[in-house]
C-alpha cells in the first residue's frame, strides 16, 4: 500500500468511526430529526454544487424515483433511529452493531438471489458474527436499552438494503450525483418534520454542538464520500472497503478516550466474533464478483 493509500485509509477510518461520538455529543441539545435536518442540509450545501460542477445531477433527477428510495432506507429513517439510539446506548456500543451491517447485507443480497453461494466459510462467517451480537445485545446491554438496540436493528437493516438498491437501479450513474441528490432529498424531506415536531431550537447550541453537526456534515458524510472515491482509486473497490472493519475500533476508541465509556470482556469478543463474521462472509475463498462485494461497503456514511 503506497503511503497515499495509507493516509487515504486512516483518515476515512476515522471519518467512518466517529461519527457515533459525535452523534452522541449533539443529541445531547438537538432532537434527532432535528440533529438530522442539520446534518444533511449543510452536507447537501457541501455536495450539491460539486456535483453540479461535474454534471452528475440531471442524469440523478431523471431517476427521482428510486434515488428518493435510496435515500430514505439509507439516510432519512436509519439516520433518525441512530440518533435516537444513541440517547440511550453508549456511542461505542452502537458502532459495534452497526459493524453486523455486512453480515446482513449478505442476507439480502441471499434472498434476492444476487450473491452466490456462501459456502461453508460464509456461513461460519454468517455464525460468528451472529454469535458476537447475541454477546453484544444479550450480556453487555442492559434490559432496559433493548429498544434502543431495536432501533440500531433498524438502521442496520437500511445500511444493507441500501447498496441492493443501487446495484439494481443506479449502478450507471455517478456516485457523487447520488450522495448529493440524496442528503438534498432528505433535508427537504425532514424540514417539515422538524417544523411540526420539536421545531427550531429556541437558542443556539452550545459550542460542542455546533462543531459536532458540522463535522457530522463535513467531514463524516461529504469528505468521507470524496476519501472513499479516492481510495477506490488507488486499491480498488475490495482493498478500499475493507476500511469497515476498522471503523469499529475507531468508535470504540473514541467512546473510550473522550467520553469515559467502558469496555467489558464481552464488548472486546462481541466486537472479534462480529468483525471475524463480516470478514468472512465477504472473503469467501473464491473471488467474488463486483456485484457480490457492494454489500460490504456502502456509499454513505453513519
Known sequence: MSRRASLLFAALAVAWGIPYLLIKVAG???????LVLAR????????????????????????????????????????FFLARAEQELPSSTTGLLIAAVPLVAVLVALVTGRAER???????????????????????VR????????????VVLGYAIGPALLARWLGDVGGLGVMAVSVTMSALLYV???????????ALPSTR????????????TAAAFLLLFALVGELGPVRALSVVY???????????????ERISTWTVLGFALVLAGSFLVTRPARARSAEGVVPAGRTVTP
Open 28 to 34: 445531547v441539545e438537538l432532537a434527532p430529526s432535528t
Open 40 to 79: 444533511t442540509a449543510l452536507a447537501a450545501v457541501l455536495l450539491l454544487p460539486l456535483a453540479l460542477l461535474r454534471g452528475q445531477v440531471g442524469p440523478v433527477l431523471r431517476r427521482w424515483r428510486p434515488v428518493l428510495a435510496y435515500a430514505v432506507v439509507e439516510i432519512v429513517v436509519p439516520w
Open 118 to 140: 456462501l459456502g461453508g466459510r460464509g456461513w461460519l462467517g454468517l455464525a460468528a458474527g451472529t454469535a458476537g451480537v447475541a454477546a453484544l445485545v444479550g450480556l453487555d
Open 143 to 154: 434490559g432496559s436499552d433493548l429498544g434502543a438496540v431495536a432501533e440500531v436493528g433498524v
Open 192 to 202: 417539515p418534520v422538524v417544523l411540526l415536531g420539536p421545531g427550531l431550537p429556541t
Open 209 to 220: 454542538v455546533l462543531l459536532s453537526v458540522a463535522v457530522l456534515a463535513a467531514v463524516c
Open 246 to 260: 476498522v471503523n469499529p475500533l475507531v468508535a470504540i476508541l473514541a467512546g473510550v478516550t473522550l467520553l469515559g
